[in-house]
């Protein structure tokens, strides 16, 4: 057996909430008197967590908030996330049907720059928050992605739920944004990029292997991956 765990990214790879994420940020700026759109949200902001998108945010814009500001931008733009996924099916389409097939053979995580609050919400709701060992959110780690800290602990975790210590080189990666993809590299992972971002083309040359979605992706796919 070659594949021993497998970890999702979770915005833009089993929820389609990242035009929500861009949504909620693009309405807090517009209070700040800034204004992004999808595109630069998609190229430069792809992957970070809040804090960090924050951060790059205001260096991009000759805004620098201080820590009392910060606070209050995420704290805003967290509510108006939560107001805006209320009601919405945010799933895609076959990553149900993956998730669970691979929560079958091997142990599986999420590792996200989300929020945990705002990971298990909508899992809550798909019933698959209890299919997955482990989610490391925004708050489980110092330095987010691109850092492999999100990985790492990931892992750290999976191995401890099976008492043995599972390879990096035999553990998959899933991912939508190039951050990711250079996090889940650095901790010594195989790689699959999911091309849902509307950015055409972002992804490309980034991963091991590259899909359009998830129900394009087959648990044969990934075991080929780590076989290699």
């Known amino acids: ?135 490391v959110a925004a708050e489980d780690v110092a330095e987010g992605k691109p850092s492999p800290d999100p990985y790492l602990r990931a892992l750290e975790r999976l191995s401890a739920s099976v008492a043995r210590p599972i390879s990096p080189g035999r553990s998959v990666a899933i991912e939508d944004s190039r951050r990711g993809l250079e996090s889940a590299r650095a901790a010594g992972m195989k790689t699959v990029g999911v091309a849902t971002s509307r950015v055409a083309g972002i992804l490309d040359g980034a991963a091991d292997l590259l899909v359009a979605s998830l129900a394009a992706l087959t648990l044969t796919d990934l075991y080929r991956l780590t076989h290699n």
Do not use: C
């Open 1 to 135: 057996m070659t594949l021993e765990a497998i970890v999702f990214d979770f915005d833009g790879v089993i929820a389609d909430s990242e035009p929500v994420h861009f949504e909620s940020f693009r309405d807090v700026l517009v209070e700040e008197g800034l204004t992004i759109d999808e595109a630069e949200y998609y190229r430069r902001y792809l992957g970070l967590s809040d804090a960090a998108a924050f951060r790059e945010i205001g260096r991009q814009h000759g805004r620098p908030w201080n820590a009392l500001e910060m606070a209050d931008l995420m704290r805003r733009k967290a509510a108006r996330f939560e107001i805006l996924q209320r009601d919405a099916a945010l799933i895609f389409p076959g990553a149900d049907r993956l998730v669970r097939e691979a929560a079958a053979r091997v142990p599986v995580a999420v590792a996200s720059g989300a929020r945990r609050i705002e990971i298990l919400r909508i899992l809550d709701r798909a019933d698959l928050a209890r299919v997955f060992t482990t989610v």
